[in-house]
């Protein structure tokens, strides 16, 4: 009877033991879990910043490349505007009078403004 009350004692600190060991270890695993999950979420961040950072950049080329384009446009318009309005010589080159050319610039100037304001 009395090893029976020892050995009692020594099952339950035993039970007990076991528990909070179980329960250290569940513990440690979560706060391991957790960790990978915040070091994961903070990698995909970066990725999504990275990407943004790039799609930025590709969208800043494309839009110098679409200003260039359009400035380049607004320049033969001029050349155009002075042709129809003026004469061409033997020689290639336009003869116009500074009326026909300054409506010429003005044209290009309010073209060059609505290129600017819609690729920069």
Do not use: P
Not at 3 to 23: E, F, G, N, S
Not at 49 to 75: F, P, R, T
């Amino acid at each position: 009877m009395k090893y029976i009350t020892a050995i009692t004692a020594i099952i339950c600190a035993l039970i007990i033991w076991w528990a909070l060991l179980l329960v250290q270890d569940n513990k440690q695993d979560s706060i391991e879990r957790q960790a990978k999950a915040k070091i994961e979420l903070e990698q995909n961040k970066l990725d999504m910043e990275q990407e943004q950072i790039e799609q930025e950049k590709i969208e800043k080329e494309a839009n110098a490349w679409l200003l260039k384009d359009c400035l380049e446009a607004a320049e033969e318009a001029v050349l155009d505007y002075a042709e129809i309005n003026g004469s061409k010589k033997e020689d290639g080159s336009i003869w116009a009078t500074n009326d026909i050319w300054a409506r010429a610039r003005s044209i290009q100037d309010r073209s060059n403004e609505i290129c600017f304001k819609k690729y920069k």
